[in-house]
């Protein structure tokens, strides 16, 4: 089965792995801020902070599948 990394050189998979763990790094830095803000009483509607952390969290997951997919691509490159 081919995929999007075929074409890709095991540098440029080990380039995009990094940038997908630090996107997924900052996801969650800005998650753990907007949480932050709401429990220090900063004047942030609940609804705006469930709607922007439930983005968050699906961004975050989507990174963390594509992380995912990235490692069994090197793994698979090594056997």
Do not use: P, V
Not at 13 to 25: P, S
Request: proline content about 0%; some cysteine.
């Amino acid at each position: 089965m081919e995929t999007a990394y075929d074409s890709m050189s095991d540098f440029e998979l080990e380039i995009l792995l990094a940038n997908t763990q630090r996107r997924h790094d900052d996801k969650e830095d800005e998650r753990n801020l907007i949480l932050e803000q709401s429990q220090f009483g900063q004047h942030i509607s609940s609804k705006y902070i469930r709607s922007h952390c439930e983005r968050i969290e699906r961004e975050i997951e989507s990174l963390k599948s594509a992380a995912e997919e990235i490692e069994k691509e090197m793994e698979n490159r090594k056997n």
